[in-house]
């Protein structure tokens, strides 16, 4: 006890010394070179721990997020970096108005690409930035990048391998499916295999975002604002559009042999991965994005997807083709952010993108299609390859639930809801469509 209190007066006397002679080093150099206490002040700065915030509206990989955040943190310890989710209740586009609206933006906003120009007068510009140089298309706004293309996602009918081998009786081969009959006939080869050929997800954001708006994509000039824009103007006639009129085609063929049509508002998004993971169902609608859920049951299973066919003419280059796009966008907040902050933000990105952890993370943690063309790692599962492979044979449709407004999710996946029950017919949900784009300002 006593030699550990000598050793403390003795600790005490030598910093006690210390902090006398910085002080009169400091005071006499500070006369001489006051340029060497500004770099000291700044070097304290560099040094100051600095939190950001990330707004995740991937619900599917928000473990996934947390994860790369931690690492991002122990590589980068001057920054916490804290992952907030988006409820399932809202759109991305709704969470981060209520986070301005409450005063507490997100540093980081990950949001639908159809979103970042609601945002544009908030957003940094990032036109600079080093990967921009790095990306495999540009992705502006009025001749800025303002947002930072987070995934390359594609989607189409997922189908099990395993299931549909067994079905045809040899090796599936989703090229054989050129049109609406040829689909019909394979739910039926399924069927007959003694398996259940399809299982359709309820959710508001697959019908609207994603299946309705193939109808949007799949137009004769394939230009889907010129499309959008003469649905605002009141132009076109759905109910006589080809686009329309196949699609749904395709949608009664797979409400016919659907297996959850006694209750289908109550089939969610776990169950179908499940389903088809399992080989209770031999297909499902969705995207890439689901092998996360698919491995949680069949880790070692293999998959790919079917496009959607929207006519009986094998020709149709639309009917061999599967929607992709850089669909999640992530903006940097500059409206109340610090200068310090948004450096952080940026030194994120930049991780993402020329980090091997980060990097990693994107393609085989996230699995996703990275948007820049210095990542060489080649994806690890199923789904990521099959639209790489349809990406790079140059079929592919435009990703058109990035050119919709935000509310277009809710309100017409909520009228596709109805045609998947039988609540409302083709016309009625026509002219739902044509109400919405009516008001859309």
Known sequence: MKKSGLASLLI??????????????????????PAGSETATNGADSAKQ???????????????????????????????????TTPESQSPVERA??????????????????????????????????????????NEIDGKTLAFPFAVEGYGLIYNQAVLDKAVGGTFDPASIQSVSDLEQLFGKIEASGTAPLIIGSMDWSL????????????????????LDSLKAGNENLAEN??????????????????????????VLEQTAAAVAKGEAGIT????????????SNPDGQFGFIPVPVSDNSGDKANSSIAIGATKQVIIDKAQSTEEQQAAAKQFLDWLVYDPV????????????????NIDLEPDNSLAKAIKAYNNAGKSIPFAGNYVPGDHWKVLGASMQKYLVDKVDRAGLAAEIHDYWKNVK
Do not use: R
């Open 358 to 373: 980060g990097q990693d993370f994107l393609v085989n943690k996230a699995n996703v299609v990275p948007a820049f063309k």
């Open 208 to 227: 609207g975002n994603h299946y309705l708006a193939i109808a949007y994509a799949t137009q004769p000039d394939g230009d889907v604002n010129k499309f």
């Open 12 to 33: 005490l006397f030598l910093a006690f010394s210390m902090v006398l002679t910085a002080c009169g080093g400091g005071k006499s150099g500070g006369g001489s070179n």
């Open 50 to 84: 600095v939190k950001i915030t990330f707004l995740n509206s991937k619900a599917e990989i928000q473990k996934q997020m947390e994860e790369a955040a931690k690492a991002f943190t122990e590589a980068n310890p001057n920054i916490s970096l804290e992952v907030i």
């Open 285 to 296: 609608f969705n995207g890439n994005w689901l092998i996360t859920e698919i491995q949680k």
């Open 242 to 267: 080809a686009s329309f009129t196949g699609l749904l085609d395709t949608f009664d063929v797979m409400k016919k042999y659907n297996k959850g049509k006694n209750d289908p508002l109550a089939v």
């Open 97 to 138: 108005s209520s986070l301005y609206a409450a005063g507490t933006p997100a540093t980081l906003a990950m949001l639908d690409a159809g979103d970042i120009v609601k945002f544009q007068d908030k957003a940094a510009d990032l036109s600079g930035e080093k990967w921009v140089s790095d990306l495999a298309q540009p």
